[in-house]
């Protein structure tokens, strides 16, 4: 990591850099966002209507259970452990490909810093994207279960929105927002961390992709209940 974050030999080679990796591994990312957070939110939704049966709890709780599961657990650790598979085995397979074919040892022979050309702009890429996609995520979450109270007779939009509404903390977001970030550097440090290291052909590159998937996921995991503890004392 310290070679990653020494200055760029290139600036201009940096930002091209920068830029293709937003797209790539952020941008490419929002339909599969959009979908799970809408079919996340309205199961959500179904399951807290169908276990609310008491008279004595409020028809609102629905949606404000569904906001407070969505905001504070899925759009940031669940939605970025699900992004480790996809983000993080396609940063340690492109790396790990190109170390067992020697591209990193060619830059590395044309003077170039090969950790901070490769990796650097794909960590603050990410970095950069990813508070967009949690923000998404909430979004298109509390808008599945939307359509299950438009559309079904669970619960009523009415009472569904005002749920949404009712004891909002925005800390909450922040809190979420926070967790993405710190979890979107722990996916592309890992995962270029084991496709850098990558010895042998094209089977250690399939172990390496799957090596850092796992590793992440539990490193995140584990970052989940430390900042929990941290940022909601």
Excluded: H
């Amino acid at each position: 990591m310290t070679q990653v974050f020494r200055a760029p030999d290139r600036w201009r080679e940096f930002f091209t850099r920068l830029v293709q990796e937003i797209y790539k591994l952020g941008v490419d990312s929002i339909p599969l966002v959009i979908v799970i957070s809408l079919f996340i939110g309205a199961v959500c939704c179904i399951q807290m209507t169908i276990s609310i049966t008491s008279p004595m709890i409020p028809a609102y709780s629905t949606g404000m259970a569904t906001r407070e599961i969505l905001v504070l657990e899925f759009s940031s650790t669940m939605m970025c452990l699900i992004l480790a598979g996809k983000v993080g085995s396609n940063i340690s397979s492109e790396i790990g490909t190109m170390r067992v074919t020697e591209q990193i040892d060619a830059l590395e022979i044309m003077g170039l810093n090969s950790a901070s050309f490769i990796v650097l702009p794909k960590v603050i890429g990410f970095v950069l994207f990813v508070p967009v996609l949690a923000i998404l995520s909430m979004f298109m979450g509390l808008l599945g279960g939307a359509f299950i109270a438009k559309f079904t007779d669970m619960v009523s939009l009415e009472n569904y929105i005002y749920g949404i509404q009712s004891f909002f903390v925005p800390w909450n977001v922040y809190y979420s927002i926070i967790k993405t970030v710190v979890y979107a550097f722990i996916i592309t440090s890992v995962a270029a961390y084991y496709g850098y290291y990558v010895k042998g052909g094209s089977l250690e590159v399939g172990k390496a992709s799957t090596n850092a998937v796992v590793s992440s996921s539990i490193i995140i995991l584990l970052a989940d209940v430390i900042l929990t503890k941290l940022l909601l004392q």
